[in-house]
Structure formats: structure tokens, C-alpha cells
């Protein structure tokens, strides 16, 4: 019984050398550390053995035993607080096109019943799909005498609601501010810009979108 006490006895200090050598490592040597977890490892087994006979002490080869099972348990303590906690899923602050509640864009859709032709989804202008999509909004809130203009989240809920096309705000915004000759501000709701179409924007839009 005393035996097995003083083994157990052994392998924590062991099990707590391992530890301080993990602890040290960022702070001191390779060396240094080993050197300090050998000093305490023969302290630990000198301290078992002085309580023993000598009929245990020739019957006991403690280290390699000692140094297995203090391993053993290090690794399993270190598996189980490297455990990482679960990241809690981060939701998106940008809403997509099918979320935007727009009534600007509903009154829109009203008027586009006697709309000449659809927005095609591979619509383009002078290469660009989301300019012919920009040109084609502002053209409409327009026609729909939305002499105050419309908001970029008006175009992404109208192209959604109207063609299913999914194109964020912020996209919207890079193409607004890339083509000053064809779209001016109209105006600004609370801290929100409002825009249509300068002349040359419009008559873009009447010839793309309007003649047949």
C-alpha cells in the first residue's frame, strides 16, 4: 500500500514537471528546461525510494514505469484543454435583395405593366451587367415620376422583385459612383442619397430600353 501511495505520489510530480516544462518554453531554452524537469524527476523518485526497503527498492524500476503513465496523463490533460471553443456563427450585416422592403420599388413594379421589354439577366452596357441593370431602375423610377429619386437598396429590392436579380447594395453603390456622367443624386432621405438618371443617362436608357 505504501508502495503503490509513493508511486502515485511520484508520477503527479512527474505529471506537474511536464506541465512547467510546457509552461517554460516561451520564456527559457530547450535545454534549460529539460535540465530543470530532469532535476525534478530525480527528486521525485529519490523521494519515493527513501521510504523503502531494500527488498522494494531492487524489486522496483520505477522510471520507465513513472515516465509512461506521466505521459500518458499529460497528453490526455493537454487533449482535453486544447479543446477550442465553438464559434457562435456570425450573421451577415449586409441584407440580400429579397429582404429589402422597399415601397419606392413596389410603386415601381405598378407601372412597369406597360413596360416595352423585360431587363434580360445577360443585359449589358458598354460591357457591364449591373450598369444596364443601374441604367434600367433609374430609367423606370423615372417613368414612375419619382422626381426624388431612388435609393440604392430600391434598385437592388427592384431588380430583385421585377427580374429576380440579385444584386447587393453595395455593388449598386461602386457602379453609381463609376458613372457620374449618367446618374446624379435627386436627393436625400435622412442620411440616405437618392438618385436618377442625368440627361445622358436617360437617353441611354430610352434607347436601350424604351424604342423598339
Known amino acids: 500500500?505504501?508502495?503503490e501511495q509513493i508511486l502515485n505520489l511520484a508520477t503527479s510530480a512527474i505529471v506537474r514537471a511536464f506541465e512547467a516544462q510546457e509552461k517554460i518554453k516561451t520564456k527559457f531554452s530547450k535545454s534549460v528546461a529539460a535540465s530543470y524537469l530532469t532535476r525534478l524527476k530525480k527528486v521525485a523518485i529519490n523521494a519515493a525510494m527513501a521510504g523503502m526497503s531494500d527488498d522494494e527498492k531492487n524489486?522496483?524500476?520505477?522510471l520507465p514505469h513513472v515516465r509512461n503513465d506521466a505521459k500518458t496523463s499529460y497528453k490526455k490533460n493537454r487533449k482535453i484543454t486544447s479543446i477550442k471553443?465553438?464559434?457562435?456563427?456570425?450573421?451577415?450585416?449586409?441584407?440580400?435583395?429579397?429582404?429589402?422592403?422597399?415601397?419606392?420599388?413596389?410603386?415601381?413594379?405598378?407601372?412597369l405593366k406597360n413596360e416595352p421589354r423585360a431587363l434580360?439577366?445577360?443585359?449589358?452596357?458598354?460591357?457591364?451587367k449591373s450598369l444596364?441593370?443601374?441604367?434600367?431602375?433609374l430609367g423606370?423610377?423615372?417613368?414612375a415620376s419619382l422626381s426624388q429619386g431612388i435609393s440604392i437598396h430600391d434598385v437592388s429590392a427592384l431588380l430583385y422583385k421585377a427580374h429576380n436579380i440579385n444584386l447587393y447594395p453595395i455593388n449598386i453603390s461602386r457602379v453609381v459612383h463609376c458613372n457620374e456622367l449618367l446618374v446624379r443624386q435627386a436627393g436625400k432621405e435622412n442620411r440616405t442619397k437618392t438618385y436618377l438618371l442625368t440627361d445622358a443617362g436617360m437617353k441611354l436608357f430610352c434607347d436601350k430600353f424604351v424604342k423598339v
Open 120 to 128: 434580360l439577366a445577360a443585359e449589358d452596357l458598354n460591357n457591364k
Open 140 to 143: 423606370h423610377a423615372e417613368r
Open 59 to 62: 524489486n522496483l524500476n520505477p
Open 132 to 137: 444596364a441593370c443601374l441604367v434600367w431602375a
Open 1 to 3: 500500500m505504501l508502495k
Open 85 to 111: 471553443p465553438h464559434k457562435k456563427d456570425r450573421k451577415s450585416s449586409i441584407k440580400p435583395a429579397k429582404e429589402i422592403k422597399s415601397d419606392k420599388a413596389d410603386s415601381i413594379l405598378r407601372t
